[in-house]
C-alpha cells in the first residue's frame, strides 16, 4: 500500500499521531467497514458513507445504476475517502479531560466504473470479505448489469492514530 505526497494532501499537523508503517495503515483499511467518499459537486463537496471491499491498492463498492454518486463520479473521478478504524471514549473528572482516542485513514484516488466481468467478480469477493464473510459465498454465475461498480485506484495514502504505537 503506497503512501505519498499526493497534490491534495499537506503535511501532517500532528506528526507524533501520524501512522509511519505502511502495514499499519492497511491494516485499519482491511479491517474498516464503512469508507466515506468525497466527491466535487460543483462549488460544494459531496460526502457519502458506504461498503467497500479492499483488493491490492484499489478500493471498490457497488452502487445503483442511476444517481447523484454515479453522475458525480462520471463528471470528475477524482475523489477523496476516509475509513475509521478504532475509537475509544475517554472520559475524565471535568469536561476538558474528556477526549476520543481514534485511528483513521485518509485516501486519495481516482474512480472508475468497472465493465471487467472478472474484476467484477474480484470485487464483489472483495465487498463480501470486508463486510465479515468468513467463508467464500458463491456469486451468481452472471452478475447483475444494473449494479455498476466501481473501483477507486489509490494514489495517495495516509494515517493517524492517538492511541499509542508500536
Known amino acids: 500500500m503506497m503512501k505519498s505526497d499526493h497534490p491534495g494532501q499537506r503535511s501532517m499537523q500532528r506528526q507524533d499521531r501520524e501512522i509511519s508503517n505502511p502495514a499499519a495503515v492497511r ?99 472483495a465487498l463480501m470479505r470486508q463486510a465479515g464473510a468468513a467463508r467464500e459465498l458463491h456469486l451468481p454465475e452472471t452478475l447483475p448489469t444494473d449494479m455498476p461498480i466501481v473501483r477507486i485506484e489509490i494514489h495517495g495514502l495516509s494515517g493517524k492514530t492517538s492511541f499509542p504505537q508500536e
Not at 482491511?30 to 466515506?36: G, P
Not at 471491499?53 to 447523484?68: M, N, P, Q
Not at 475509537?87 to 471487467?116: F, K
Open 27 to 125: 491494516a485499519i483499511l482491511e479491517r474498516a467497514m464503512v469508507c466515506r467518499l468525497a466527491m466535487c459537486d460543483g462549488e460544494w463537496p459531496y460526502l457519502v458513507p458506504l461498503n467497500y471491499g479492499l483488493h491490492k491498492d484499489r478500493l471498490y463498492f457497488h452502487c445503483a445504476s442511476e444517481g447523484k454518486k454515479l453522475d458525480l463520479l462520471r463528471a470528475n473521478p477524482r475523489v477523496c475517502f476516509e475509513v475509521e478504524g478504532r475509537i475509544a471514549l475517554v472520559t475524565g473528572e471535568r469536561a476538558c479531560d474528556w477526549t476520543t482516542q481514534y485511528e483513521s485513514v485518509i485516501g486519495y484516488g481516482m474512480a472508475a466504473v468497472v465493465v471487467d466481468e472478472t474484476e467484477r467478480r474480484l470485487a464483489m469477493e
